[in-house]
Each structure stands twice: as C-alpha cells, then as structure tokens.
C-alpha cells in the first residue's frame, strides 16, 4: 500500500483537532474547491489480485509489478443544492511505474520490459450530508466517471526485444463509494473519506468554502 506523506497526516489531524474552529453549516449555493490524496484506488484493489496494478485489462500473458506510484491526487468542486446535498465534479492524476513479467506457469519468469504509466480521471459526484453541525460534517459520497490510462516501455528486459503494444484499453469506467467522511474546519477545512474506489481506500484534503453571499460579493467586486 502506497504509504501517506507524513505531512498530509499531521495537517489533517491539526485540522481534525480544532473543535473552537467552527463549521458553519452549508447552505444552498454554497460552493466548495478541495485538493486530496488518496491510497490504494480501486482498480488497485481489484487488480491486485491479479498482479496487475492499475492495468485496465487482465487478458495480456505474464503480470506486472508496481515499482512505484504517486498516489491518487484529486481537485474537486462542489456546488450545494441545499443543505442535505451537493454535486461536484472532479479531476485526479495518478502516475506509476511497473515491471512487465512472463507469466509464472511458463517456468520462471522472465523481465519483459520495464514501463511508466499514468492515469487521469473524469468524475461527477453526489454527496449525500449524514449531519451537518456547527463543529462537523459526516457525510457519504457517491462518483461515477471514466478513466484514462497511457502507458510507455523505458526498458526492454536482458535480451528481450522492444515491445511497447501491450493492448491496453485507454479508456475504463471507474466508480466511488464512500460510506463516510469527515470534515472540520470553517471555510479553510481539513477531510477524510474511507471508501472505494478511485479516490482510494483513505483519502485525506483540505477544502475552501465560498457561500453564496460571499461568491456574490466577490463577483461584484
């Protein structure tokens, strides 16, 4: 599991720990911009299983093994419908980088070649709010969108011929689902989600609040 950066930790637990801070509650028109990082995304998950990490098809022989990866990173903007509700659409980047293996029933395995990728992702969401309190809010969220996933040889394996045509298909649907989430702050706001998906098994943010008072005084101006 990609492991979180120690700073994302410590800023959303000052931002988690602050209950003088308060939390208005949203309001209809209220809009909302969010930076996040999420671990472990759901294709991950899924095609973990298969040795696969992130690939979007399963039917290439041999595996592949993550070397690297940045995370899921996402920025997002929601508009509150009322206080119950809101809608976003949102944009992550991930990149990574594997090692393409013959497959293990074949005797050893044999290094095919050595790859980079990265993946972008489209998504609307709707956010269901569990609880909408002055300190707090719970909610859920729900998403549904596309993925894109490019890929590139960096190194043919000893002996192996260049092979840079591994038929992957580079568009995939991709979905979330998150049973709850946690934000705490007034308009600068720190969050954690818990779900699946391709934001990731956690993922962690900071968010900016706008009600629509102030986005109409500060469209006038």
């Keep these: 599991m990609q492991k979180i950066p120690a700073i994302l930790i410590a800023s959303l637990a000052v931002l988690t720990a602050l209950p003088f801070t308060l939390c208005a509650q949203d309001k209809t028109g209220t809009q909302e911009f969010s930076l996040s990082y999420g671990t472990t995304s759901g294709t991950d998950m899924i095609q973990g299983f298969y040795r696969n990490n992130s690939r979007p098809n399963f039917d290439h022989p041999g595996y592949f093994d ?9 920025a997002t ?24 293996y013959t497959n293990p029933d074949m005797g050893s395995p044999v290094l095919l070649g050595k790859y980079k990728a990265s993946i972008a992702t489209l998504a609307v969401e709707l ?17 549904i969108g596309a993925r ?42 720190g969050f954690a989600e818990i779900g699946v998906g391709y934001k990731g098994l956690l993922n962690v943010g900071v968010c900016y609040k706008m009600d629509k008072k102030k986005a109409a005084n500060d469209h006038k101006e």
């Design 127 to 143: 956010k269901p709010v569990y609880y909408n309190g002055r300190f707090v809010q719970l909610y859920g969220l729900i998403g």
């Design 66 to 74: 993550a070397t690297s990866k940045t995370g899921n990173i996402f």
């Design 148 to 189: 894109y996933f490019q890929e590139s040889l960096t190194e043919a394996g000893p002996g192996v011929a260049p092979q840079n045509n591994l038929q992957v298909t580079p568009f995939f649907l991709n979905t979330q689902w998150t049973p709850i989430g946690l934000r705490a702050g007034k308009r600068l706001c």
């Design 77 to 100: 903007y929601r508009y509150f419908i009322n206080r119950r509700l809101d809608v976003g659409i949102t944009l992550g980047m991930e990149a990574l980088t594997f090692d393409h």
